[in-house]
């Protein structure tokens, strides 16, 4: 009865949540993909973490480090001795090493005046996770909102109706055509726009764009499918444990369910005779 | 065997103890699951110990590794990333867990008459949990580790005249630092002791006056309204424990993060405040509670830290506000009511401290800091309520049954 009650509490709170709006921050949430490692049977597809790993080493370790991981660690996903020591040759290290980029954070520092961020917790570190990272790497505006973002500046300003189509694009708020623009002589200055991170504007220029490596295995590189793959490789840099638990997870579930019920059964029987 | 039994017993009269304590310990009969959660805390204890006497013996305290040495746990020790994961679920299973222990306590009167002592000490235990749980969070020494550290350390500058020196004094520094972390680890260790020991004289309390039950009248027949405790409760507290663990694991396995703010695998930067500093959930409604005082100027801090504490010691007197002639809500309608308000508030607080404090609701209309203003009144109005409906006799208890 008194359960039936709290239940009957909680959902009547739930109903009056309301919508808040927050003063500060600016962060659009970027939208949910489909992810084959979430969910309790989720397994890291090897083949994705395998061209990830292709993107991380030829494109984001140029900057980006990913400190937990040792290259060699890489061979579970069908990486040869003979391609895991040319990987780690072209960032000055060895296989034993890990997998740090050959830029030092002094010159890092002078070239985007912060120390580019370890990317191995990346998509565990950020509110959104896996869809926060997917989010950035595509977050960048496309050829056809480049091109949008062009017109509007030929004359140096923006009306009313440029700051509406512009809005959703920028996701910046359309009823002060001034923020529009101030944002939009920032990008015209050169300064990197991300519609998903969090103030719009960061240290990152776009890293990737179709084609920008050649994949191994000869899957076509677009922008979705290469973000989608380094993503997932990174999912696996953040949690390499993530299958092994799972794995275990489901067989301690199945033994605690059967023990609990046996329990329940005992408990029934012992108490059929206090009654 | 019984000889030896025998031998020791003329010396230390452990058969006694066990049969007496706990084989043929008489509790009444009448007890409900809400009365499962004592021996889910007790058993949540024993797991937080037992996981971080583990954790303990791979972790550094050292503000310049303690964050790699927490990944090295969670990949490189075997089953390093199950013992993390069980202790930091485990910390907000522990806390659901006393939530409900003492809400139960609220609502069945188990506070009152003989009880005070028992209770006291349980409120010292939660006292002492919260300290333990701030403590541990802040050993990963992420981003929310820092700076939920500074933010709650540096409440101690509230207090009058030696409020600045003590600071420096618990920080080993001038800021939160290496020598915070070393003693916060020193403390995180000993604590969970110390709760032990109060656990011990916790429940020597509790065998002494014995259990409230669900009427909240006294045991009038021992052989007629109690059963031993083996095999009746130890069973049914297995049977809790089962579906516990169930619930436990399914986080610990599959959603090992939900408790955790993102921003804690981001390592410490005390050059880099995050953009919304929140507490662990479980400080949620007291969170909320010091930052609604924020009316007062420059006595703002420091009442705000007089209602946070306050809110945990009214506890303390509870016993004496409440003057019913009867223990138990489910023959009072009225505190009842005031009961369902009281917990209903302090989820509405729990919410409003989730969120940050310059936040509105329904579009602007409605700033978080009015409702958390009123929310807090609300805590404590739960109090003053409970006292004036019972002194003044305006609540009229049902009739109480005869016996369990």
Excluded at chain 1, 78 to 102: C, F, H, N, P, W
Excluded at chain 1, 200 to 221: H, I, K, N, R
């Amino acid at each position: 009865m008194k359960i039936l009650k709290f239940v009957q509490v909680a959902i009547l709170a739930a109903a009056f949540i309301p919508q808040i709006t927050l003063a500060s921050s600016g962060a659009v949430h970027p939208p949910a993909q489909e992810w084959g490692f979430k969910g309790a049977f989720g397994k890291f597809d090897n083949a994705a973490v395998k061209r990830g790993a292709q993107i991380a080493v030829e494109v984001c370790m140029g900057c980006h480090s990913f400190k937990y991981i040792k290259f060699e660690s890489l061979k579970q996903f069908g990486y040869t001795e003979a391609q895991i020591v040319a990987m780690a040759e072209g960032q000055g290290r060895t296989k034993k090493d890990k997998m740090l980029s050959a830029m030092d954070a002094i010159s890092a520092k002078e070239s985007f005046g912060i120390i580019p961020p370890d990317l191995s917790l990346m998509t565990k570190a950020r509110k959104g996770y896996e869809n926060y990272v997917y989010g950035i790497l595509t977050g960048y505006l496309n050829e056809g909102e480049a091109e949008l973002v062009a017109k509007v500046m030929e004359d140096e300003t923006v009306s009313k109706s440029e700051a509406l189509e512009l809005a959703p694009v920028l996701h910046v708020d359309a009823t002060h055509p001034e923020h529009v623009k101030h944002t939009l002589e920032r990008i015209g200055n050169g300064d990197n726009f991300n519609k998903y991170f969090p103030g719009q504007f960061f240290a990152m220029p776009s890293p990737l764009s179709d084609g920008a490596v050649e994949y191994a295995d000869g899957t076509e590189s677009s922008l979705k499918q290469m973000s989608h793959d380094v993503t997932t490789f990174m999912a696996w840099t953040a949690e390499p444990t993530m299958v092994e638990r799972k794995t275990l997870g489901f067989k301690v579930l199945i033994y605690l369910v059967f023990f609990t019920i046996m329990l329940y059964a005992v408990k029934r029987r012992i108490w059929a005779k206090a009654h | 065997m019984s000889k030896l039994m025998e031998w020791v017993d003329a010396r230390l009269p452990i058969s006694d103890m066990i049969k007496s304590q706990a084989t043929e310990y008489p509790t009444p009969k009448n007890l409900n699951y809400w009365w499962n959660f004592g021996s889910l805390a007790l058993f949540m204890l024993i797991v937080m110990i037992a996981t971080g006497l583990f954790l303990a013996m791979h972790y550094k305290p050292d503000a310049q590794q303690a964050f790699d040495i927490v990944e090295h746990i969670m990949r490189d020790v075997n089953y390093g990333w199950l013992l993390r994961y069980l202790h930091a679920n485990g910390a907000t299973f522990f806390f659901i867990i006393i939530y409900v222990h003492i809400l139960r306590g609220m609502y069945y009167g188990s506070y009152r008459a003989p009880r005070e002592i028992l209770w006291w000490i349980g409120v010292i235990i939660f006292f002492l949990m919260m300290g333990t749980g701030f403590l541990g969070y802040v050993l990963p020494w992420g981003q929310m580790s820092y700076w939920g550290a500074a933010v709650i350390t540096n409440l101690i500058t509230a207090v009058p005249v030696v409020g600045e020196d003590l600071v420096v004094w618990v920080w080993g520094g001038f800021s939160v630092g290496d020598a915070t972390l070393n003693r916060f680890y020193v403390l995180h260790f000993l604590l969970p002791l110390v709760i032990f020991a109060f656990v011990i004289v916790h429940m020597w309390a509790l065998h002494a006056v014995h259990s409230n039950n669900p009427d909240g009248i006294d045991i009038v027949d021992e052989e007629k309204d109690t059963l031993p405790f083996h095999p009746y409760f130890t069973v049914k507290d297995l049977y809790g424990v089962g579906v516990l663990l169930i619930i436990y694991c399914w986080f610990v396995f599959f959603a090992p993060n939900a408790f955790l703010e993102p921003d804690n695998y981001i390592p410490a930067n005390p050059m880099q405040t995050p953009a919304h500093i929140v507490p662990e959930w479980y400080f949620l409604p007291f969170y909320a509670i010091l930052r609604s005082i924020d009316f007062l100027g420059s006595f703002s801090k420091l009442a705000g830290v007089i209602a946070m504490v306050g809110a945990i010691c009214i506890l303390f007197v509870l016993p004496f506000l409440d003057r019913s002639p009867v223990r138990s809500f489910r023959y009072r309608p009225l505190s009842r009511s005031l009961f369902w308000i009281f917990v209903a508030n302090a989820i509405m607080l729990g919410w409003i401290g989730y969120n940050p404090s310059d936040a509105t609701a329904f579009d602007g209309a409605l700033p978080l800091i009015i409702l958390g203003r009123t929310g807090t009144a609300v805590y404590f109005g739960y109090f003053v309520m409970l006292f004036i409906v019972t002194a003044f006799k305006i609540e009229k208890p049902l009739p109480l049954p005869k016996s369990l």
